[in-house]
């Protein structure tokens, strides 16, 4: 665990083993691509996303966080049918203001972390339709009660999620 | 000092953010332009090659367990299932014989029209081991691709009806889309009143069916089937029914579609590999031209002909009058001396004597005139009807 001195503020910053930082976003892009083939409702979970909030929260470093946003939305297009970087430039976006806030507040308690997901999922969500219909032309429309439901739904699951990936950082 | 260096290093932050997206931007232009993905096969490759075989393995594994579980573990209710299945089998055979009537009744119409049918002649049955992962892009992967002859824009379908048709065809994998995906489209047909359209995937995950005016009459719970102009589905396949219908855009109705299939618990599906397009059976290129009027008075009820003229057999006059004449009508075959019996129709398809095709009374020849009966001496002819009741053997001499 690294200490750093920042607004006479001791901010913790964490690392990670090169196994957890490729091997966890694997494992969800391969978790979001396989379980909806048994469970459809879990397409309304972002797992790459959830991984990338963790990493840029924990990292609290800009960019990190807006690479490994980047990296982890073009691994997660190439699985669509639509082209590459439309959730790349939505992850870049959202790990560099996770690690943003991550420097700036405590997001370490369960109740921070549940509104930080909603509000993340949502920012999310929107940038991912503006620039889907921006630059791409695709046919997508926001509806609020599924944003605000899957929202919910994602912030519940990043409370579990975040808990079991605590234990993979380094002290 | 220390604000100068928290400075520098917020606004480095901020132009490699900006260089990130820069970056992303001018991809999703060059791949908006080019049609062929834009170079990113590779990635897409590179990302399928290492998530699909883990999928694929979880999938297989999960598979063989239950099958060996239903196999010989599990086998409480397997005389029950025995006994229901037979009983279906003899409903089946039922439903069999209605359905050939009807087929062949079919057959005929399209040969009167001059129809050409479309048959799956190939396909390859896939797993489902994978979706998008993504509530935007409804697709799945499937365990089949351009090593088991799989190609994109081939139809996949299952069971109950259309799935959607392979967007990208893999070596060991395949992406398909998805009938609800707003990106994809298929011509559609409703089963009643006819009346053709565009099925296509709506933001919310529905299907609709699109391009149908107002002012017709849809009613929900109608079939919908394939109307084959799309290119990719054969015609007749069934993709849904109509669940609900109402006023939509610039005088269209908004039919929103329940899919026959189920999309979103799809295990296994179909890939159509190939679609032979030819003439219904029994017909031949050498067979002469018929003529509208010549279907019409075969259908429709005619006024009886006069008392057959008695004269000597090969004058002509037989051919004159429209009636058969035993000469005429040999075949190479073994000729049995004329009886007098009803006229039979012949199958179009197979040179079989069935049923007449026409209502009792509404053919031309009401009264029962002679006929020969012919044997044939190897291969079944390809005899055919004619308008005016004999028939017309079309094999080699």
């Known amino acids: 665990m690294t200490i750093v001195q920042a607004k006479q503020e001791r901010i913790e910053v964490y690392r990670f083993s090169p196994g957890v930082t490729i091997g966890v976003p694997f494992l969800a892009l391969v978790m979001q691509a396989f379980i909806p083939v048994k469970l459809h409702f879990f397409n309304a979970f972002d797992l790459p996303l959830l991984v990338t909030i963790f990493f840029a929260v924990a990292r609290r470093s800009q960019v990190s966080g807006c690479l490994t946003g980047a990296i982890i939305g073009i691994f997660q297009d190439a699985l669509t049918h639509q082209p590459l970087g439309v959730y790349g430039i939505s992850k870049s976006v959202i790990g560099y203001a996770a690690s943003s806030l991550g420097a700036k507040i405590d997001v370490e308690n369960p109740g921070s972390r549940l509104l930080m997901t909603f509000g993340f999922f949502l920012i999310h969500e929107a940038l991912y339709i503006i620039v889907a219909r921006g630059l791409v032309g695709m046919n997508l429309t926001w509806l609020w009660g599924r944003e605000i439901r899957d929202a919910f739904a994602n912030a519940v699951l990043a409370v579990v999620v975040f808990a079991v990936l605590d234990k993979f950082k380094q002290q | 000092m220390e604000n100068v260096i928290s400075r520098f290093r917020n606004t480095l932050n901020l132009i490699v953010l900006m260089a990130v997206l820069l970056a992303q931007v001018l991809g999703l232009a060059i791949q908006v332009k080019r049609p062929d993905d834009g170079g990113t096969r590779l990635i897409r490759v590179w990302t399928i090659g290492l998530i699909t075989p883990i999928t694929r393995g979880i999938i297989h594994t999960e598979d063989w367990i239950a099958d060996e579980w239903h196999s010989y573990v599990w086998l409480r209710n397997v005389r029950k299932e025995n006994e229901e299945l037979k009983d279906q089998i003899v409903q089946m055979k039922m439903d069999q014989v209605r359905l050939i009537e009807d087929a062949n009744q079919a057959r005929r119409l399209q040969l009167l029209l001059g129809f050409k049918e479309q048959y799956i002649s190939g396909t390859v049955p896939a ?160 067979e002469p031209s018929r003529r509208a009027i010549d279907i019409l008075a075969q259908r429709l009820p005619t006024v009886a002909p006069p008392a057959p003229i008695e004269s000597v057999p090969g004058t002509g006059a037989e051919a004159a009058s429209g009636k058969p004449s035993p000469e005429l009508t040999k075949p190479a075959g073994t000729a049995i001396a004329p009886t007098t019996t009803k006229p039979k129709a012949t199958d179009v398809s197979g040179g079989a004597t069935t049923k007449p095709t026409t209502p009792a009374g509404t053919t031309d020849k009401p009264k029962p005139v002679k006929q020969a009966e012919v044997v044939p001496a190897s291969k079944p002819s390809t005899a055919t009807p004619n308008p005016t009741g004999t028939t017309k053997d079309t094999q080699p001499q």
């Open chain 2, 127 to 286: 797993q489902v081991i994978s979706t998008t992962g993504s509530e935007f892009s409804r697709a799945i992967y499937i365990d089949k691709g351009t090593n088991d002859g799989v190609k994109p824009d081939m139809p996949v379908v299952a069971p109950e009806g259309i799935v959607g048709k392979v967007l990208r065809a893999f070596p060991t994998t395949s992406l398909v889309l998805l009938i609800n995906d707003p990106t994809s489209g298929a011509g559609v047909i409703l089963e009643k009143s006819r009346l053709q359209g565009i099925l296509k995937g709506a933001p919310n995950g529905s299907t609709v069916m699109q391009n149908v005016m107002a002012d017709e009459k849809v009613g929900p719970g109608e079939r919908i089937l394939t109307s084959g102009g799309d290119r990719i589905f054969p015609k007749g396949l069934p993709v849904g029914t109509v669940a609900a219908v109402s006023p939509g855009q610039d005088l269209f109705l908004n039919i929103r579609v329940r899919p026959a299939a189920t999309l979103n618990t799809l295990e296994e599906v179909l890939v159509i590999t190939k679609i032979d397009e030819h003439a219904p059976d029994g017909v031949t290129g050498n």
